[in-house]
Nanobody
C-alpha cells in the first residue's frame, strides 16, 4: 500500500527554524493532497498547511507568513519550512496524504508524527 516517513522535528529556540519532510512510497498512482497537521497536548489536531496536486497551498492563519509548504512530486515528498518559531508552535506534526493506489482505490494515510518543541 502506501507508507509515509516523516523527519526533521526536534528542539529549537524561539525565533529559530526547522524543516520537516515527509516521503510517500508504495503502490501510488498519483498523490492528490499532501498536508501537514499538528496536535498539541490537550488540543485537537489542526490543519497547518495543505498542498494539492494542482500546487495550490493553504495555511492556518496562525502560521501564515512564517511557514511554507512545498512539494517535490518526482520524489513524492512534501516539506514544511518553519521560520520564526514560537512556543505555541510546539506540537506533534503529522503528514497526511490523499492518494490513488495502483488498484485505483482512494487512500488516506497518516505519518507517524514528528515532535517539534520550541523552547529557550
Amino acid at each position: 500500500q502506501v507508507q509515509l516517513v516523516e523527519s526533521g522535528g526536534g528542539l529549537v529556540q524561539p525565533g529559530g527554524s526547522l524543516r520537516l519532510s515527509c516521503t510517500a512510497s508504495g503502490s501510488i498512482v498519483s498523490i492528490h493532497t499532501m498536508n501537514w497537521y499538528r496536535q498539541a497536548p490537550g488540543k485537537q489536531r489542526e490543519l497547518v498547511a495543505a498542498s494539492t496536486s494542482g500546487r495550490n497551498t493553504n495555511y492556518a492563519d496562525s502560521v501564515k507568513g512564517r511557514f511554507t509548504i512545498s512539494r517535490d512530486n518526482a520524489k513524492n515528498t512534501v516539506y514544511l519550512q518553519m521560520n520564526s518559531l514560537k512556543p505555541e508552535d510546539t506540537a506533534v506534526y503529522y503528514c497526511y496524504v490523499y492518494s490513488t493506489t495502483r488498484d485505483y482505490r482512494f487512500l488516506e494515510v497518516w505519518g507517524q508524527g514528528t515532535p517539534v518543541t520550541v523552547s529557550s
